[in-house]
């Protein structure tokens, strides 16, 4: 018996099991190593797993970037084959941004499929941003009415993104 999804803080245990996650959701474990950086140089603000029957079945990770001040990245977003197809990562992303409007985080970043789009993200808000993953699948969010549009130059990620490529 499954019981039900829990989306929360992720914890100290929960570390392998968001690495097998991101390893069996991506080609290479490019993105576990990010999320590894990310939480070993202080880069990240929130780290929320979807957990069910104590294991870690999705992840997302809300990283501080350099520029625009006061604004996230969002990345890597991983949920399990075998829990896909459920709204599970529109859950943690859900989760996340409500965190980080709560906060008073002025946006949030996504470098992605066109699916961020009905969760509120504009490829139009971040063509205003000079950043290396400028073109449309670069999206933006405002957590706070006008602060990206007020804020177009640059948009920079943590420095752990450089290793991507």
């Given at each position: 018996?499954?019981?039900?999804l829990e989306?929360r803080?992720?914890?100290?245990?929960?570390v392998p099991?968001?690495?097998?996650?991101?390893a069996?959701?991506?080609?290479?474990?490019?993105?576990?190593?990010?999320v590894d950086?990310?939480r070993?140089?202080?880069?990240?603000?929130?780290?929320l797993?979807?957990?069910s029957?104590?294991?870690?079945v999705?992840?997302?990770?809300?990283?501080?970037?350099?520029?625009?001040e006061g604004?996230?990245?969002m990345?890597?977003?991983?949920v399990?084959?075998?829990?896909?197809?459920?709204?599970?990562?529109?859950?943690l992303?859900?989760?996340?941004?409500?965190k980080?409007?709560?906060?008073?985080?002025k946006?949030?970043?996504?470098?992605?499929d066109?699916?961020?789009?009905r969760?509120?993200?504009?490829?139009s808000?971040?063509?205003?941003?000079?950043?290396?993953?400028?073109?449309?699948?670069?999206m933006?969010?405002e957590?706070?009415?006008?602060a990206?549009?007020a804020?177009?130059?640059v948009?920079?990620?943590?420095?752990a993104f450089?290793?991507?490529?």
């Amino acid at each position: 018996m499954m019981h039900r999804l829990e989306i929360r803080d992720e914890a100290p245990a929960d570390v392998p099991g968001i690495r097998i996650v991101h390893a069996a959701a991506f080609p290479t474990h490019a993105e576990a190593d990010l999320v590894d950086q990310l939480r070993r140089d202080g880069s990240a603000v929130y780290s929320l797993v979807a957990g069910s029957d104590e294991r870690v079945v999705g992840h997302v990770m809300f990283s501080r970037m350099e520029l625009p001040e006061g604004s996230l990245g969002m990345a890597p977003v991983a949920v399990l084959e075998s829990h896909r197809r459920r709204g599970l990562a529109a859950r943690l992303i859900r989760e996340g941004l409500a965190k980080a409007k709560a906060d008073g985080w002025k946006g949030v970043f996504v470098l992605g499929d066109p699916y961020y789009e009905r969760l509120g993200f504009d490829p139009s808000l971040a063509a205003g941003f000079a950043s290396p993953y400028a073109g449309p699948h670069f999206m933006a969010l405002e957590l706070q009415a006008g602060a990206l549009t007020a804020a177009a130059g640059v948009a920079r990620y943590a420095k752990a993104f450089a290793a991507l490529g």
